[in-house]
């Protein structure tokens, strides 16, 4: 746990950095690696998907209100995971969606989208892959360097964080998910083949946001525990992330959503300066997986942060920092139907300012109950095949 006690005040840069290379912090450091992009904040701003995705300015005012207004250390302007993909030339359905608004509250119920690479897959083979000259220079690619630029320039105590996605995910997106991992079986070369050529894409995007004034960079890969086996992570992608980490010129922090546990030596042993990692793991368990390695995370978005009362997102917090998890975080992009109130719940907890309303005498930490749920449920379903590669 990185909240041995320094000089304070330190700016959010300070902090996050340090809780990152475990140097000493002035309080918890809250922190996301991932998007936390609301539909409030949308219509606040007048700022909306698509165009925040593919230019800079609206991505900047969109990703600079975690710091500038919810309490967190850090912002990190890329709000999907397709920009890579739509940089190697596939096809983006952006999701122009209309707004939803419940007619009797005016409460937000839907907007738009984050967008999906479209079918049919860009690329059958390895032989297939190549990696544009003009890379970093293509709309998707070059909105999040110049959004990363403007936000180092207009809050330098802030932790600017870049993000790019690792070569499986590329792999998914490029050559479809199903098409990929069944290779894992039945043509290794193929998939290490994939990796291989596509790393040079990630490291580049990595490096670009670093130039950009970016202080560390999430690299998303999700060989999560429902798709693919921790032998999987070990055989393929670990050497891949034991190469590319030391090309990447700052500190790197990995994401991957779901089951994880079983994979966190692995992910400790690869050269990243922590972890990102999601609900399904218990916070306390995987402190005790990992050790000194740093991790983030892991508040719940879809049972706690969507649904539940900011005084349940304080108790589920307080959990995780009891746990030593070193920066607190949603556990992935949020959903932008989450509340600002639900945002903010998160550093003010972590910092123990959080203010609960006298009425709320039930909170309760929401992603406890949910994994005991899951627990359940994978205890009945264990007689079944197993179904990851
Ligand atoms: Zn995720």
């Known amino acids: 746990m990185s909240t041995t006690a320094a000089p ?43 165009a925040a995705h593919y230019e800079a300015e609206p991505i900047a005012l969109l990703a600079e209100r975690s710091y500038t207004t919810h309490g967190y250390d850090s912002i990190m302007p890329y709000f999907s995971i397709i920009l890579g993909a739509g940089a190697l030339g596939a096809e983006i359905e952006w999701g122009k969606d209309p707004w939803e608004f419940d007619k ?35 709309r998707d690619t070059k909105a999040v360097i110049d959004a990363v630029k403007i936000l180092r320039e207009r809050h330098p105590e802030a932790a600017v964080v870049g993000k790019v996605m690792g070569p499986w995910t590329l792999s998914y997106h490029m050559f479809g998910p199903q098409e990929f991992l069944i290779n894992v079986i039945l043509d290794p070369d193929y998939v290490h083949a994939c990796l291989e050529r596509l790393m040079p894409a990630s490291i580049a995007f990595a490096n670009a946001q ?36 030391p090309q990447i010129d700052a500190p790197v922090i990995l994401h991957c959503c779901g089951k994880t546990l079983d994979r966190m030596q692995y992910i400790k042993d690869a050269g990243f300066e922590a972890f990102h990692f999601a609900t399904e793991n218990d916070p306390h368990e995987a402190k005790a997986v990992v050790g000194d390695f740093k991790l983030v995370g892991n508040v719940s978005n879809f049972v706690t942060l969507l649904i539940g009362r900011p005084e349940d997102v304080a108790v589920e917090v307080e959990d995780i920092v ?10 992935c992009a949020i959903p932008p139907q989450v509340t600002n109130a639900n945002l903010a719940a998160v550093p003010a907890a972590a910092r123990g300012a959080f203010e609960p309303d006298a009425s709320v005498t039930d909170a309760k930490n929401l992603a406890d109950e949910y994994r ?18």
């Not at 300070?14 to 936390?36: C, H, I, K, W, Y």
């Not at 999906?116 to 083979?125: G, Y």
Request: hydrophobic share 40%; glycine share 8%.
């Open 8 to 50: 304070g005040p330190m700016t959010g840069r300070e902090r996050f950095m340090n809780a990152l290379l475990g140097a000493p912090v002035d309080q918890t450091p809250v922190a996301s690696p991932t998007s936390l992009a609301t539909y409030e904040e949308m219509r606040r701003l007048g700022v909306e998907w698509p």
């Open 372 to 389: 005991a749920q899951v627990a359940q449920q994978s205890a009945a379903a264990s007689a079944g095949p197993a179904l990851s590669l």
């Open 210 to 245: 670093i130039e950009a004034g970016a202080d560390a960079i999430c690299l998303a890969d999700h060989s999560t525990g429902d798709l693919v086996r921790a032998e999987t992570y070990r055989d393929f992608l670990m050497p891949v992330h034991q190469t590319i980490t």
């Open 104 to 138: 009797s509250t005016g409460k937000i119920i839907s907007g738009p989208r984050m967008p999906a690479v479209q079918p049919p897959n860009p690329w059958k083979t390895p032989d297939d892959i190549v990696i544009p000259n003009d890379f970093l220079e293509r």
């Open 322 to 331: 009891s746990a030593g998890v070193d920066i607190i975080a949603p556990e």
